[in-house]
């Protein structure tokens, strides 16, 4: 934990500021314990390079703002994290960068879009909270040849199920928020990429602007990677039994889960991810006010829009974390009354499946 850093003489600090010497030169810029997380990641991810920041927005936003320039052009799948649907359709527009949102699933529409010179194309899957599943190659290869960069926010696949650089993607963003730290504690997020990328866009950006994240949170990261693998790969293990427990249940529209074989893109999903990740959406027939019976029901798994934690938390999309979209839009993605998200956490999986169990009994009676 340091703001700053001493130097031995004002030669010393002369040399760094010019870059002759290559050393920590203030916080802002770089911090020893962020520089660990960073190697860490990078290791972990197969990248060349790492940068951490203050959230996963502010990662998301970075990877896109320092280089985009207006005159640009940018699509991205329709199905996003809300804020990240906000940088792209109201944010990056006023900036004088044209945007296009295409479904993400279908590469009709991504062939159409990307019809001209593009500068990035930047998309998540699985999608939130469908768990809609985008083939990283193919639009990698639409993308690449309009010459666009492109920017995967593989938050729900984690790194250890799915690795978009070898897929074809150029830069991989996580919220650490989520599952890195896993356990309710600290905001941050990263951007992997390569070196050449910083150098160019990303070093300047981040030193003068400041999306900087703190060296305490890089610490608790910096645990929370110690156990990601052995955490992730449970949660996994629970999100499928929960499906499968799901699927079994009357009054359920539907299940989706990217590690059921009913699932629309099952075999996608299965080629490209190594396991199936910690989310689970159904849809209840009895539209909200079902919905939000079961949710207060609920009482093992607590209401929360946040994800990737140890905890199960569980969501009711259309009225918070979608609920800035209009109905039209909703309805563009799927995403209707009936539908619950939960993120699948730690605890015994016989005890969550008895707590939703009594949950969707209560929401019926
Ligand atoms: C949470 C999340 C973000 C934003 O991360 P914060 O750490 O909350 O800023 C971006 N994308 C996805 C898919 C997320 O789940």
Same mark, same amino acid.
């Given at each position: 934990?340091? +703001? /700053?850093?001493?130097?031995?003489? @004002?030669?010393? =600090?002369?040399?760094?500021?010019? !870059? &002759?010497?290559?050393?920590?030169?203030?916080?802002?810029?770089?911090?020893?314990?962020?520089?660990?997380?960073?190697?860490?990641?990078?290791?972990?991810?197969?990248?060349?390079?790492?940068?951490?920041?203050? +959230? /996963?927005?502010?990662?998301?936003? @970075?990877?896109? =703002?320092?280089?985009?320039?207006? !005159? &640009?052009?940018v699509?991205?799948?329709?199905a996003?994290?809300?804020?990240?649907?906000?940088?792209?359709?109201?944010?990056?527009?006023?900036?004088?960068?044209?945007t296009?949102?295409?479904?993400?699933?279908?590469?009709?529409?991504?062939?159409?879009?990307l019809?001209?010179?593009?500068?990035?194309?930047?998309?998540?899957?699985?999608?939130?909270p469908?768990l809609?599943?985008?083939?990283?190659?193919?639009?990698?290869?639409?993308?690449?040849?309009?010459?666009?960069?492109?920017?995967?926010?593989?938050?729900?696949?984690?790194?250890?199920?799915?690795?978009?650089m070898?897929?074809?993607?150029?830069?991989?963003?996580y919220?650490?928020?989520?599952?890195?730290?896993?356990?309710?504690?600290?905001?941050?997020?990263?951007?992997?990429?390569?070196?050449?990328?910083?150098?160019?866009?990303?070093?300047?950006?981040?030193?003068?602007?400041?999306?900087?994240?703190?060296?305490?949170?890089?610490?608790?990261?910096?645990?929370?990677?110690?156990?990601?693998?052995?955490?992730?790969?449970?949660?996994?293990?629970?999100?499928?039994?929960?499906?499968?427990?799901?699927?079994?249940?009357?009054?359920?529209?539907?299940?989706?889960?990217?590690?059921?074989?009913?699932?629309?893109?099952?075999?996608?999903?299965?080629?490209?991810?190594?396991?199936?990740?910690?989310?689970?959406?159904?849809?209840?027939?009895?539209?909200?006010?079902?919905?939000?019976?079961?949710l207060?029901?609920?009482?093992?798994?607590?209401?929360?829009?946040?994800?990737?934690?140890?905890?199960?938390l569980?969501?009711?999309?259309?009225?918070?974390?979608?609920?800035?979209?209009?109905?039209?839009?909703?309805?563009?993605?799927?995403?209707?009354?009936?539908?619950v998200?939960?993120?699948?956490?730690?605890?015994?999986?016989?005890?969550?499946?008895?707590?939703?169990?009594?949950?969707?009994?209560?929401?019926?009676?």
């Open positions: 934990m340091t +703001s /700053g850093y001493v130097y031995r003489t @004002a030669e010393d =600090a002369e040399a760094a500021f010019k !870059g &002759d010497v290559k050393r920590f030169i203030y916080s802002r810029y770089a911090n020893p314990t962020v520089a660990m997380l960073e190697e860490r990641l990078t290791l972990l991810e197969g990248a060349e390079a790492c940068r951490t920041t203050a +959230s /996963g927005m502010a990662a998301v936003f @970075a990877s896109m =703002a320092c280089f985009l320039k207006a !005159g &640009d052009y699509v991205a799948s329709r996003l994290f809300g804020s990240c649907l906000y940088i792209i359709t109201d944010i990056l527009p006023r900036l004088g960068v044209e296009k949102v295409v479904d993400g699933c279908n590469l009709d529409e991504w062939e159409a879009a019809d001209r010179p593009t500068a990035c194309v930047f998309l998540e899957t699985p999608t939130n469908l809609e599943i985008i083939d990283l190659p193919a639009v990698s290869k639409l993308a690449h040849a309009q010459g666009a960069t492109v920017i995967v926010d593989n938050v729900f696949s984690t790194p250890m199920l799915q690795r978009p070898e897929l074809g993607a150029d830069i991989v963003v919220s650490a928020t989520k599952h890195i730290d896993g356990q309710g504690r600290a905001m941050g997020g990263a951007i992997l990429c390569k070196q050449q990328f910083i150098d160019d866009h990303l070093n300047q950006f981040m030193r003068h602007t400041g999306p900087s994240i703190s060296p305490f949170n890089a610490w608790i990261f910096l645990k929370g990677l110690e156990t990601l693998d052995i955490r992730v790969r449970q949660a996994c293990e629970n999100a499928l039994q929960i499906a499968n427990f799901l699927s079994d249940q009357s009054g359920m529209n539907r299940v989706l889960y990217p590690g059921l074989p009913s699932h629309p893109q099952y075999a996608l999903a299965q080629k490209q991810m190594s396991g199936s990740g910690t989310m689970v959406t159904f849809e209840l027939a009895g539209g909200k006010t079902e919905a939000f019976k079961f207060n029901a609920l009482e093992i798994v607590d209401i929360s829009n946040n994800l990737g934690d140890t905890k199960s569980v969501t009711h999309p259309a009225t918070t974390t979608h609920q800035r979209l209009s109905d039209e839009e909703r309805a563009a993605l799927g995403l209707n009354d009936g539908v998200r939960l993120s699948v956490g730690l605890e015994d999986p016989n005890d969550l499946c008895d707590d939703l169990a009594q949950a969707l009994a209560a929401a019926r009676s």
